[in-house]
Protein backbone atom coordinates (compact mmCIF):
# COMPACT_ATOMS: atom_id res chain seq x y z
CA UNK A 1 0.00 0.00 0.00
CA UNK A 2 1.51 3.56 -0.49
CA UNK A 3 2.39 4.96 2.73
CA UNK A 4 0.93 8.58 1.18
CA UNK A 5 -3.05 7.26 1.20
CA UNK A 6 -3.12 7.11 5.01
CA UNK A 7 -1.49 10.18 5.05
CA UNK A 8 -3.39 12.08 2.47
CA UNK A 9 -7.55 10.61 4.57
CA UNK A 10 -6.19 12.11 7.84
CA UNK A 11 -5.46 15.31 5.95
CA UNK A 12 -8.77 15.11 4.44
CA UNK A 13 -10.77 14.50 8.04
CA UNK A 14 -8.66 17.45 9.47
CA UNK A 15 -10.05 19.64 6.79
CA UNK A 16 -12.85 18.53 6.67
CA UNK A 17 -13.23 18.80 10.47
CA UNK A 18 -12.05 22.36 10.17
CA UNK A 19 -15.34 23.12 7.73
CA UNK A 20 -17.71 21.20 9.81
CA UNK A 21 -16.40 23.24 12.83
CA UNK A 22 -17.11 26.55 10.76
CA UNK A 23 -20.52 24.88 9.66
CA UNK A 24 -22.07 24.30 13.34
CA UNK A 25 -20.78 27.06 14.83
CA UNK A 26 -23.23 28.75 12.27
CA UNK A 27 -25.49 26.61 12.98
CA UNK A 28 -25.53 25.09 9.52
CA UNK A 29 -27.11 21.43 8.42
CA UNK A 30 -24.35 19.63 7.49
CA UNK A 31 -21.82 19.42 10.58
CA UNK A 32 -19.05 18.26 11.58
CA UNK A 33 -19.28 14.23 11.05
CA UNK A 34 -21.06 15.13 7.31
CA UNK A 35 -17.99 17.20 6.17
CA UNK A 36 -15.58 14.53 7.87
CA UNK A 37 -17.41 11.72 5.88
CA UNK A 38 -17.18 13.63 2.39
CA UNK A 39 -13.81 14.45 2.37
CA UNK A 40 -12.69 11.37 3.50
CA UNK A 41 -15.02 9.39 1.46
CA UNK A 42 -13.81 11.33 -1.79
CA UNK A 43 -10.08 10.88 -1.20
CA UNK A 44 -10.90 7.53 -0.88
CA UNK A 45 -12.53 7.87 -4.46
CA UNK A 46 -9.72 9.38 -6.06
CA UNK A 47 -7.46 7.33 -4.36
CA UNK A 48 -8.59 3.85 -5.53
CA UNK A 49 -9.57 5.02 -8.97
CA UNK A 50 -5.75 5.93 -9.10
CA UNK A 51 -4.62 2.85 -7.82
CA UNK A 52 -6.60 0.77 -10.16
CA UNK A 53 -6.08 2.51 -13.23
CA UNK A 54 -2.28 2.06 -12.24
CA UNK A 55 -2.57 -1.96 -11.87
CA UNK A 56 -5.04 -2.35 -14.59
CA UNK A 57 -2.55 0.21 -16.98
CA UNK A 58 -5.56 2.24 -18.14
CA UNK A 59 -6.20 6.34 -17.47
CA UNK A 60 -7.55 7.18 -14.05
CA UNK A 61 -9.41 10.23 -15.28
CA UNK A 62 -11.61 7.42 -17.74
CA UNK A 63 -12.22 5.41 -14.27
CA UNK A 64 -13.18 8.17 -11.81
CA UNK A 65 -15.51 9.18 -14.66
CA UNK A 66 -17.65 6.02 -14.97
CA UNK A 67 -17.53 5.15 -11.45
CA UNK A 68 -18.88 8.84 -10.91
CA UNK A 69 -21.70 8.09 -13.44
CA UNK A 70 -22.57 4.78 -11.99
CA UNK A 71 -22.74 6.23 -8.28
CA UNK A 72 -24.81 9.04 -9.31
CA UNK A 73 -27.64 7.10 -11.06
CA UNK A 74 -27.60 4.28 -8.65
CA UNK A 75 -28.20 6.31 -5.51
CA UNK A 76 -31.78 6.16 -3.96
CA UNK A 77 -34.30 9.24 -4.51
Known amino acids: MDPSIPFKLVLAAILGGLIGIER ?19 TLFMSISTKVAQLLGGDATRLRRRLFRVSVFSAPE
Request: with cysteine; glycine share 10%; hydrophobic share 35%.
Open 24 to 42: QIRDKPAGLRTNMLICVGS
